[in-house]
């Protein structure tokens, strides 16, 4: 599996950013992928993640209302679109996918793109 995230960039408080995350290598119908971030001096975090087949998603808190996560199963390619962006959005953003349900845990990801920086300026 690869995956590529791209759409990263520089923005402005309340400025809106879409993020792509390109997946080949198989099918991914079994699959979640989802959104990670980290930030300058922090760990990684969980943003959202997706269910490839059924769409279902679930989101970290912290970007509930503002971020929508979503996929084009024939594009194969899974979007974040960010709005409302804060500094504190401030991170490089990666994607990743797992086999089964989404999950907000790290660990359970197999598969990792490298990420795209995403700076929010105030």
């Known amino acids: 599996v690869q995956l590529q995230a791209s759409g990263g960039g520089l923005v402005q408080a309340g400025g809106s950013l879409r993020l792509s995350c390109a997946a080949s290598?198989?099918?991914?119908?079994?699959?979640?992928m989802g959104w990670f971030r980290q930030a300058p001096g922090k760990e990684r975090e969980f943003v959202a993640a997706?269910?490839?087949?059924?769409?279902?998603?679930i989101y970290a808190d912290s970007v509930k209302g503002r971020f929508t996560i979503s996929r084009d199963s024939a594009q194969n390619t899974m979007y974040l679109q960010m709005n409302s962006l804060k500094p504190e959005d401030t991170a490089v953003y990666y994607c990743?996918?797992?086999?089964?349900?989404?999950?907000?845990?790290?660990?359970?990801?197999?598969?990792w793109g490298h990420g795209t920086l995403v700076t929010v300026s105030s």
């Open positions: 990743a996918a797992r086999r089964g349900a989404p999950s907000a845990i790290e660990a359970s990801y197999s598969f």
């Open positions: 290598g198989r099918t991914f119908s079994t699959y979640a």
């Open positions: 997706i269910d490839w087949r059924a769409g279902g998603t």
